[in-house]
């Protein structure tokens, strides 16, 4: 079978087209495998996600290309050798064209700047991730920000062309691997020049804005996450959106936001801490009204007891008694988290641990002093008759 025809490099901003139906076998599920012998939608490939949208009346859902055959994957069966439409969805390749050529600027800003290479690159419907193999700090990231956003407002042109070979040797271009063949060079002038098969957009103003949402510590470098034109606008208007909500919460500026919830949070830590305090005493005095002659005591608290605190009390009942001690923490419903103990001669908390899991379906492990654990929903009163006649 002939080479698929590569319509998006003749015109990225190509929405409509004809071709004709090479094949079309049955694919996974529903769906079937078309070949077309020319094509507008851009496959998967270079870290891209394809191009959507339809051919006739079937709706097109992903698109691959293997020796440069192009696959549309979609929903319904198109007749071999029939005349076809197809029709991209431009929403969605103008959305990657901006994300894809922000990219560019972003790298090669980050490889002239700072000498970094680009040895990762993931574009999708919801991430536009790059990973660099060098570390940027905060105010790099910054930096780099503002000159890519820099390069948007001067809206100067990008070039998309397959040089001849004479020209192409003299070229200084970025690329991730060895290419042989023709190769196809996108150029933002004055700020990048790198091997790429995707669309772009025909200049940067196009783009319309670059926002970094994240960067983070990636295999001895960093993994920059961003977002371009329409895609960033949503981001910014969801964080607005929050910021004004916690400023009505909090009723303060949103210069305030910060030492408002730090505030808050100190208070919350020094409250916790009080209740930790009160719980601690309480149990104490539950403790103290305790038969002391009782050898095997469970006590059953309310959900979200501090682990801490049921370690103490586990070793305060074993303090005056040889038998099984411990507390279980939940309820019947969502379950319970549990601390047993003992320091008696010839007690067996594996063996006790052991019961739990086979009857109980709990989880979890420890010593012969001391395990802990969690189980799903039970009656717990029927978890502590079993334990305090083990």
């Known amino acids: 079978m002939v080479k698929t025809e590569e319509l998006y490099y003749q015109d990225a901003y190509l929405k409509e087209f004809e071709g ?18 020319r094509t507008a939608f851009f496959p998967e490939q270079g870290g891209q996600s394809s191009d959507i949208g339809s051919i006739s009346d079937a709706v097109v859902t992903h698109v691959s290309i293997t020796d440069g055959i192009i696959t549309h994957v979609t929903d319904r069966e198109l007749p071999v050798g029939e005349c076809v439409k197809g029709i991209i969805d431009f929403d969605h390749r103008f959305s990657n064209m901006q994300q894809h050529t922000g990219e560019h600027i972003f790298s090669g800003i980050v490889n002239s700047k700072y000498g970094y290479d680009n040895v990762g690159f993931h574009l999708s419907d919801s991430e536009v991730t790059m990973d660099y193999n060098g570390v940027l700090t ?14 948007i407002w001067e809206n100067v042109e990008v070039k998309c062309e397959f040089p001849a070979k004479e020209i192409l040797d003299g ?38 804005l670059l926002k970094v949402v994240s960067c983070q510590n ?20 969801d964080q607005l959106q929050v910021v004004g ?5 909090l009723t303060t500026g949103y210069d305030r936001i910060v030492s408002s919830v730090k ?9 916790k801490g009080k209740l930790s305090d009160c719980r601690e005493k309480l149990i104490g005095y539950e403790l103290d009204s305790i038969d002391k002659n009782k050898e095997n005591v469970f006590l059953k608290k309310e959900a979200g007891l501090d682990g801490n605190l049921m370690r103490k009390v586990a070793n305060a009942l074993i303090e005056t008694r040889s038998g099984y001690c411990g507390v279980f923490s939940g309820d019947d419903n969502a379950g319970y988290k549990y601390i047993i103990a003992t320091k008696g001669e010839g007690k067996d908390l594996k063996a006790l641990q052991n019961m739990l899991r086979e009857e109980f379906g709990a989880k979890g492990g420890g010593s012969s002093a001391m395990v802990q654990g969690s189980m799903g929903s039970v009656n717990v009163a029927d978890v502590i008759k079993k334990c305090e006649s083990f």
């Open 20 to 37: 004709k139906v090479l094949s079309c076998e049955k694919g996974k599920g529903d769906s079937f495998l078309v070949v077309l012998d």
């Open 138 to 151: 905060d105010e790099d990231i910054h930096d780099v920000e503002f000159l890519v956003n820099r390069a």
């Open 171 to 208: 070229l200084q271009y970025r690329s991730k691997k060895e290419l042989t063949g023709d190769v196809r060079i996108v150029t933002v002038v004055g700020y990048d020049t790198c091997a790429c098969c995707a669309p772009h957009v025909a200049r940067t103003g196009e783009i319309g």
């Open 218 to 237: 990636y295999k001895g470098g960093v993994r920059v996450s961003i977002l371009c034109g329409k895609r960033a606008l949503e981001y910014i208007n």
């Open 245 to 249: 909500q916690l400023t009505g919460l």
């Open 263 to 271: 505030k808050l949070s100190d208070e919350n830590y020094a409250l």
